[in-house]
């Protein structure tokens, strides 16, 4: 796919494909269309995303905030990460994506996709979970992440803590 030396140039091909998808009006942004349905499911404290992408799409995702499992459920795709570089998967199979994951997918063939999230206080609300989940560009992660040790998001973290209890 690409062949990229170092995180920062992996990144930006990312970023670029995306942009000319975005160009083109051939990206896929938000919660799911015909193209591309999207199945949410719910148990205690999880929530769980299921898509399905057509063979011969390509797709740039959401940079993910937490470390979460996905599963290749079915399909051959060729991924490229920053951290990862470009390889070929085929399913099924399981991976865990690090925190600011973002990953562009070439579907070789029909995909089905499921990604698993924590979801402490049982939202049911879709553009909700998704900004909990996710952001749209690495500006947004870098200032999530250097945001989220502050006094308001620990605090904000125990207090989840304890009404699980």
């Known amino acids: 796919m690409f062949e990229v030396t170092s995180k920062q140039e992996a990144r930006k ?68 990460t920053e951290e990862g570089g470009s390889e070929t998967i085929k399913g099924p199979c399981s991976m865990i994506s690090s925190p600011g994951t973002k990953r562009s997918l070439f579907a070789e063939t029909d995909l089905v996709w499921i990604t698993v999230h924590n979801n402490p206080t049982n939202i049911k609300d879709i553009p909700t979970l998704e900004s909990s989940i996710a ?29 699980e209890v």
């Open 13 to 80: 091909v990312i970023v670029s494909l995306e942009e000319a998808m975005i160009n083109t009006g051939e990206a896929f942004i938000g919660t799911g269309n015909d193209r591309y349905p999207l199945k949410h499911t719910f148990s205690d404290g999880i929530y769980v995303r299921e898509i399905f992408i057509p063979e011969g799409d390509l797709i740039v995702g959401q940079i993910h905030k937490h470390e979460h499992p996905n599963f290749l459920m079915s399909g051959t795709v060729k991924m490229f």
């Open 135 to 163: 952001v749209s560009t690495y500006e947004e992660y870098d200032d999530y992440k250097n945001n989220k040790n502050t006094l308001t998001h620990r605090l904000r973290k125990r207090l989840i803590k304890i009404l």
